[in-house]
């Protein structure tokens, strides 16, 4: 699904770095959260436009090991300024989809509680214990998962 129009993607990578600094994958989490799940840009798309953001001059990079954290630069911020309607209405857009996706989220959810239910009934015969300790972990660990979610 292509979500942004052309262009539209480097205000949204840029204010999210004006607002905080951040790792490609941040970045792509960041969007994804502020459209509700819906949609996350993928790194194949934001990789190469962080690259151009550094070329154009709007955003610097440190290098932490194998990973880049992006910082916006002055120049950035100007284009930011210089583009407010457009950003405005792009965040504006991306909170009606939040907005959207927060009642069709609890259907998903119910589904998903549904199909683990039916995966466990379909379980024939007596479980053995290594398939006891092998479905509680998963179950553990989803567990964790959605408490930190």
Same mark, same amino acid.
Do not use: W
């Given at each position: ?7 539209? %993607? &480097?205000?949204?990578?840029l204010?999210?770095?004006? +607002? ?7 970045? !792509?989490?960041?969007i ?7 949609y996350?840009?993928?790194p194949?798309? /934001?990789?190469?436009? %962080? @690259? ?7 955003? @610097?990079? /440190?290098t +932490? ?5 992006? @910082? !916006? ?5 100007? $284009? ?6 457009? /950003?405005?209405?792009?965040?504006a ?11 069709? &989220?609890?259907?998903?959810?119910e ?5 683990? &239910? ?22 553990? $660990? $989803? $567990?964790?998962?959605?408490? &930190?979610?």
């Amino acid at each position: 699904m292509r979500f942004f129009g052309a262009g539209d %993607l &480097r205000y949204v990578i840029l204010q999210l770095i004006s +607002e905080k600094p951040s790792h490609g994958y941040e970045i !792509i989490k960041s969007i994804q959260e502020r459209l509700g799940g819906m949609y996350a840009p993928s790194p194949g798309v /934001v990789y190469p436009m %962080l @690259t151009m953001l550094e070329e154009m001059g709007h955003a @610097t990079v /440190v290098t +932490e090991g194998a990973r880049k954290l992006y @910082t !916006i630069t002055e120049e950035g911020s100007k $284009a930011l300024a210089e583009n407010k309607a457009q /950003v405005d209405a792009l965040f504006a857009r991306m909170d009606q989809v939040r907005g959207e996706q927060a009642g069709e &989220r609890a259907q998903q959810i119910e589904r998903a509680v549904a199909n683990f &239910r039916m995966a466990l009934r379909m379980k024939k015969g007596p479980l053995t214990e290594e398939q006891i300790h092998a479905i509680t972990d998963i179950i553990d $660990a $989803a $567990a964790k998962q959605i408490e &930190r979610a």
